[in-house]
């Protein structure tokens, strides 16, 4: 006679094992409800096959066993999550910046924009036709024309420490970058040294796609899984920032390899630094420029980088970078160099003697003095100003002082109201200079230069038009560059939202289910140690027939 | 099936109460700051607001010039026409005595009133406004007609004379702009309005007084001539007077009516300016209004909807948080 019973005690424990195994598994998934990155785990179930068919004919089966233990992931989901996580991290920090930025041109009314102090200025030196050699018309063309000078300072350099700002902040998302891939690429040793055993290691598994989700944000990158379980992450141009158990460590420098001379400024004066990865000999390391791949990329870092722009090594200007703070600082900085020429130019009123080569100005102010060569707007600095000795201020004279970024420079060319050259020279035949108190042309002759187009140009900006127009134009720019940033982020937000969502719905753990199945796991636990006592009945039942 | 897990349905319900809670705090700053655009990226019409700004800030800086300019042009009106009063009686007198039915001793005692004349003349030619004297053109920190002497007769009023200073400056005419595209001249140089009054004045006070004028018929006096000699060169007095009245026909046709023609053209034309501002400024404010200001009528029926908003996510989220398989099981 065959025993049924031994296998009918056989099954039972083993379902009564297995339903144990199954509800610790829940109690793992309810205990990580809420722990970040968590993805719910499954236990396969599998039907023990009899080793020997019992008569040689009948193989009822050797009860359950437990089978492989799964993530629930889904890797379309993951790597989607992250692709969103980059595009996001981007949109955060130039909706950020350019928010900040935006101020400068404010519409409120609420504080002094350039546009505003533009305005006032040519509005005051009109005013000074009505009554030229009245001091109080004079003072507030000085009043004004400080506040035009300080309201170009202080927007260019709310722009210029807006772009050392988010260079300092390269350097430490560099740094986190580095600490990110080091983590990826030990748990990458681990997983693979787990997995070798042919256990899945799950924790480890979560800790890695935790890693990689943040690694995302500040950086996009491909990534390849390879049959060890190892994950290599690759940067857009195919660079491999984790490449099985190692990581390469990226590099914040200002004084790249690859630089042939003196590297361009910033638009503070400073320098801009470069991303790299260094190879080579220690101490003296050849610099892998990575700047303009992570620059195209996604990612905080990209988004730092499209604000702050990159430099070409080449360059020689902080405006020939192609960030968007650049772009900004451009029109500022075009501005300003007009000021400097083509206002002062007209300014010095025609030439008094067109005979000589050196320009004489024929205008002069209430004491009857000629203005200098920047006598309207002046700037800092101690060398000469006139390089080519003309008498006339030119883009050249600029050129040749080397300077970059006169917006920090510009001032006031006079210091005094009776200072201000209202008048010109009212007989230009004669000799010698005649300017009288009451003589307000010269201040006419700028005032109409608020009406005329001119040229602009700094870096890769070339704008035809008046002041105003540029300021205007300036206002449409910096609003539409936020505007799209913050779309993009608006955007960004809500699909890496949806795709959360979308990866909650796969992998997170849902107390609804899991109770239902500890419910589930308890019944069939319960059935199998009733199969225990019907056993033991049957072998009661055979006793008791002794 | 799709499945539902805890924190998925966390996730959302949080979004969504933060999005609510977003546009609430949008639309109540609009409705305290009672503009839709306060910075640029809030409108894609940033740059046609800053353009209207623009336009406002210096429409109204214009229309400031304006109002000074016109009422330095009204006061020159007054001053032109007092002139115009004074060559009226001045030509009255010098034709009474132009009569030769009037000794030369009569003629001396109309002289005095003509001298007063003068002087009144020459102080309007030499008028300031605001401390800045209105003929001098761009010289105008001294006054336009400078008070010198006659070498004949050496004292009394006879003496003085008036002389146009001809300095440089005081041809040159003040301008300024009153738009972007159009500039007002603002004054007349002072021997173009009262030249001939001037010299009118003078010969017909010096001939009642009994002196001759040098050159004798035309152009402006050099200081010099000697006392008529009586009764032989009564003939030469009676002439000189007459001389006069053509100057003071010649002041009125040529330079008072032109000039009072001409202050009246420009003061019409600073009022059709100013109009015009008025016009831009009220079109570029209803602009600009329409594209920056927040409409509160509106804002505060959203606001008032979103405060639903708001209040539903928390009462959703309350409610669907609250529940749990664990009060069931």
Do not use: W
Not at chain 1, 172 to 190: C, F, G, H, K, W
Not at chain 2, 204 to 220: E, Q, W
Not at chain 2, 227 to 247: C, K, M, N, S, W
């Amino acid at each position: 006679m065959v025993n049924f019973t031994a296998k009918l005690l056989g099954n039972s424990v083993s379902g009564m094992t297995v339903q144990q195994a199954l509800l610790a598994n829940a109690s793992n998934n309810i205990a990580n409800v809420n722990t970040p990155g968590y993805t719910r785990r499954e236990i396969d179930v599998l039907s023990r096959v009899d080793p020997v068919a019992i008569d040689g004919i009948l193989r009822i089966g050797g009860g359950v066993q437990l089978g492989d233990i799964r993530r629930i992931t889904n890797a379309f989901l993951e790597s989607s999550l992250r692709t969103i996580g980059s595009k996001q991290g981007k949109a955060e920090v130039r909706n950020e910046y350019l928010g900040r930025v935006e101020n400068i041109f404010s519409l409120s009314g609420a504080q002094q924009t350039v546009g505003m102090a533009l305005n006032d200025f040519f509005s005051s030196v009109n005013q000074v036709g009505l009554n030229p050699s009245d001091l109080d018309l004079r003072l507030s063309v000085l009043q004004r024309g400080e506040d035009l000078v300080n309201s170009i300072h202080s927007a260019y350099q709310e722009l210029a420490d807006t772009q050392t700002e988010l260079d300092q902040r390269l350097g430490q998302e560099i740094d986190s970058i580095n600490v990110l891939t080091r983590d990826i690429a030990s748990l990458n040793s681990t997983i693979a040294q787990r997995e070798a055993t042919g256990t899945l290691a799950p924790d480890e598994r979560d800790q890695r796609d935790i890693l990689l989700g943040k690694l995302s944000a500040k950086v996009s990158f491909k990534t390849l899984e390879i049959p060890n379980g190892m994950i290599n992450c690759y940067l857009d141009n195919g660079f491999p920032l984790v490449s099985e158990a190692t990581a390469r460590p990226l590099t914040v420098t200002t004084a790249p390899s690859f630089a042939p001379g003196p590297l361009p400024p910033s638009l503070g004066g400073g320098i801009l630094s470069y991303v790299t990865y260094d190879y080579g000999v220690a101490g003296a390391p050849t610099h892998l420029d990575l700047t303009q791949t992570l620059q195209n990329g996604e990612g905080s870092v990209a988004g730092i980088l499209q604000l702050r722009g990159y430099a070409d090594v080449n360059n020689t200007s902080a405006f020939e970078a192609n960030g968007e703070l650049v772009q900004m600082a451009s029109r500022i900085e075009a501005m300003t160099r007009n000021l400097l020429t083509a206002v002062n130019q007209e300014y010095l009123g025609p030439d008094e003697d067109s005979g000589t080569g050196v320009h004489e100005p024929s205008s002069a102010d209430l004491n009857g003095n000629p203005p200098g060569v920047f006598g309207l707007f002046d700037f800092t600095f101690s060398g000469a100003k006139d390089a080519d000795g003309n008498g006339l201020p030119s883009m050249a004279d600029l050129a040749s002082t080397g300077i970059d970024s006169f917006s920090r420079f510009l001032k006031l060319g006079f210091s005094r109201a009776d200072e201000f050259a209202a008048g010109r020279d009212v007989n230009p035949t004669a000799g010698a200079r005649m300017v009288t108190a009451g003589d307000g042309s010269n201040a006419q002759a700028i005032a109409n230069f608020r009406t005329q187009s001119q040229n602009f140009s700094v870096g890769s900006l070339s704008f035809t038009g008046t002041f105003d127009e540029l300021y205007n134009s300036s206002v449409s720019t910096v609003g539409s560059l936020k505007a799209s940033a913050q779309g993009e982020y608006e955007v960004a937000r809500q699909s890496y939202s949806v795709a959360s969502v979308k990866r909650d719905e796969f992998s997170s753990v849902s107390l609804d289910e899991e109770f239902a199945n500890v419910i589930k796991f308890q019944k069939a636990f319960q059935a199998s140690a009733k199969m225990i006592r019907t056993a033991s009945e049957l072998i009661d039942t055979i006793v008791g027939l002794i | 099936m799709r499945r539902v897990s805890e924190n998925q349905n966390v996730r959302q319900l949080v979004t969504n109460t933060l999005e609510n809670k977003r546009r609430l705090n949008d639309l109540s700053n609009q409705l305290t700051t009672g503009l839709k655009v306060s910075k640029p990226s809030d409108s894609v019409d940033a740059g046609s607001i800053a353009r209207y700004q623009t336009l406002i800030a210096k429409v109204d800086s214009y229309g400031v010039a304006i109002s000074q300019a016109k009422s330095f042009l009204e006061y020159q009106d007054g001053v032109v026409g007092q002139a115009t009063e004074i060559i009226v009686r001045a030509k009255e007198i010098a034709q009474q005595a132009a009569n030769e039915t009037l000794s030369a001793e009569s003629r001396a005692q109309l002289a005095e009133e003509v001298y007063q004349l003068r002087d009144q003349m020459a102080s309007l030619a030499n008028s300031s406004y605001q401390g800045r004297y209105v003929y001098g053109g761009a010289d105008d920190d001294d006054p336009p007609y400078d008070k010198l002497t006659y070498d004949n007769p050496a004292s009394g009023p006879a003496k003085d004379r008036y002389s146009f200073d001809g300095e440089l400056g005081t041809a040159v005419g003040k301008s300024f702009k009153i738009t972007d595209e159009i500039s007002v001249n603002l004054n007349t140089p002072a021997n173009n309005v009262f030249g001939s009054s001037i010299e009118g004045l003078e010969r017909l006070s010096r001939a009642l007084a009994g002196y001759k004028t040098l050159p004798a018929t035309s152009g402006t006096p050099d200081g010099t001539g000697d006392a008529y000699v009586f009764p032989g060169e009564y003939h030469v007095q009676t002439a000189d007077i007459r001389g006069a009245i053509d100057l003071f026909n010649k002041a009125r046709d040529v330079e008072l009516i032109p000039e009072r023609v001409s202050l009246g053209g420009r003061l019409r034309r600073l009022e059709t300016g100013q109009a015009l501002l008025e016009l831009t400024k009220s079109s570029a404010k209803e602009v600009l209004s329409r594209l920056q200001d927040a409409d509160e009528t509106e804002v505060a029926a959203n606001l008032q909807q979103a405060q639903t908003a708001l209040q539903a996510s928390y009462s959703v989220t309350a409610k669907v948080l609250r529940m749990t398989i664990l009060d069931y099981v």
